[in-house]
């Protein structure tokens, strides 16, 4: 059963262009949670997700930034005319189920590290 | 708002030392607390949850506790050595809330032989 895996692994925008992140949850999960950790910064939870939903996006900036978890496919985040400061590492997390199963431990990916020229 | 302050910010030691990470949560209305290790370039591996009606939880040299009233976990790393050095992230979940968790900037530990 294959982890988290998130691509592209390093990606490179300069200022104005689009990045998408992509995010495929480990096999039987369908909850997926995205964060941002800046330089010398803790993760940063942005937005949680269920297949075809958006639970939680109380993290996300109210501007440029979206994010998608399709029926089908993997889950996306979508920052539309990248600015400096969205350089940061971006890491997915993915569970079974939400907090009303218990005990659910996110399983994280490797995260993209994104550089804004 | 919950905040997360983990102290101190980084920490050399020799090796062999046994160590202690603390972290401290605002709100104590929690679900439960857990201890994640960060390696350079690499995502978060998992080392201890501990659910809020718990005191404390073990793992190998790893034990981690927690104070829930007054908002503390600490996380004592035993006989510590080079392969430890790493990024050790705290993080809690809110009681009655969505599953996502609300981490503290960490502490980067160096163990030098």
């Known amino acids: 059963n294959a982890g988290v895996m998130q691509n592209p692994r390093h990606l490179v925008r300069r200022r104005g262009q689009e990045a998408r992140l992509r995010c495929s949850p480990m096999?039987?999960?369908?909850?997926v949670y995205w964060y941002r950790q800046l330089p010398e910064e803790g993760l940063k939870f942005m937005v949680y997700?269920?297949?075809?939903?958006?639970?939680?996006e109380s993290g996300m900036p109210k501007e440029r930034f979206s994010a998608e978890f399709p029926k089908e496919g993997p889950s996306i985040l979508r920052i539309q005319q990248v600015v400096r400061g969205d350089s940061a590492a971006y890491f997915c997390?993915?569970?079974?189920?939400?907090?009303?199963?218990?005990?659910?431990?996110?399983?994280f990916g490797p995260g993209t590290r994104l550089l804004v020229l | 708002k919950q905040e997360v302050t983990q102290i101190p910010a980084a920490l050399s030691v020799p090796e062999g030392e046994n160590l202690v990470l603390n972290c401290s949560f605002t709100?104590?209305?929690?679900?439960?607390l857990q201890w994640f290790r960060q390696d350079p370039g690499k995502g978060l591996t998992s080392l201890l949850l501990?659910?809020?009606?718990?005191r404390e939880q073990t793992s190998g040299r790893l034990n981690a506790s927690l104070d829930k009233s007054s908002g503390r976990s600490t996380l004592y790393i035993a006989a510590s050595q080079p392969g430890d050095s790493a990024t050790y992230l705290c993080?809690?979940?809110?009681?009655?809330?969505?599953?996502?968790?609300?981490f503290g900037a960490g502490t980067r530990l160096a163990v030098h032989p």
């Open positions: 096999k039987g999960h369908s909850h």
């Open positions: 993080a809690v979940r809110r009681a009655g809330g969505y599953n996502k968790l609300i």
């Open positions: 997390a993915s569970s079974p189920r939400g907090l009303e199963g218990g005990i659910e431990t996110q399983y």
């Open positions: 709100d104590s209305a929690i679900y439960n």
């Open positions: 997700l269920q297949k075809e939903n958006i639970i939680d």
């Open positions: 501990i659910q809020s009606s718990q």
